[in-house]
């Protein structure tokens, strides 16, 4: 399978815990992109890196979230104190500037789980 | 800010029912205007991208339209299998290719 992978996939976790989640992208895609979806609302955007550079994060994106992406191939995004207002499903999309229209392509998540 | 709006927020249809789903947007400037499906505790999946008012992408029973305000997902002749939510997104042609999502549309598709 060669589409957005995500790990975990599930994670539960006690107020005040730090978690990380990964994604992998699609192979030579070189945009990464970090959205959070809770029940009943679309996907927010949290997050942009062309290659290994973060160019944009949304203002929704407190100090305790912050993101990497390490030679500009998988991607990590780190909570610190975990609150239960940051209990949702992490996505994380791919895309390419130079194929298939820029189109971003999502992984199957990482649902969030605060305690 | 720019802002999309999916209408209704839940629909029921029998099979072989047509019907559409609504989205209606403002955007400074479309880049483009994107249609996923998502099914329970799952990432969206892509189904079309439009560029330009009077586009228009068919896929299986799906036919996606696109005016200046506003965008339709047509649904011909549903299955159960189409039961899913509906995703509507757009993408400014300024700054980063960021996405901005509406709330959706629940579609259930009765046998």
């Known amino acids: 399978d060669t589409g957005v992978s995500q790990n975990p996939r599930h994670k539960i976790t006690k107020r005040g815990q730090n978690v990380t989640f990964r994604c992998d992208p699609i192979s030579e895609h070189n945009r990464l992109y970090w959205y959070r979806q809770t029940l009943g609302q679309g996907p927010e955007f949290l997050t942009y890196?062309?290659?290994?550079?973060?160019?944009?994060k949304s203002r929704l994106l407190s100090d305790r979230f912050s993101a990497e992406r390490p030679k500009g191939s998988f991607s990590t995004l780190e909570i610190q104190r975990t609150e239960q207002g940051d209990s949702a499903m992490y996505l994380c999309?791919?895309?390419?500037?130079?194929?298939?229209?820029?189109?971003?392509?999502f992984g199957p998540g990482t649902r969030l789980t605060v305690l | 800010e720019d802002q999309v709006t999916q209408s209704p927020e839940a629909l029921r249809l029998q099979e072989g029912e047509s019907s559409s789903l609504n989205c209606s947007y403002t955007v400074s400037g479309l880049r483009g205007l994107f249609w996923y499906r998502q099914d329970p505790g799952k990432g969206p999946e892509f189904l079309f991208t439009l560029y330009s008012a009077g586009e228009e992408k068919e896929k299986e029973r799906l036919k996606a339209t696109l005016t200046k305000k506003e965008s339709f997902l047509h649904i011909t002749a549903p299955k159960p299998e189409d039961s899913a939510t509906y995703l509507c997104a757009v993408q400014r042609n300024s700054g980063y290719s960021t996405l901005t999502f509406g709330k959706g549309t629940m579609l259930l598709v009765s046998p």
């Open positions: 890196f062309q290659n290994e550079a973060q160019l944009e």
């Open positions: 999309a791919s895309s390419s500037s130079r194929i298939s229209g820029d189109t971003q392509y």
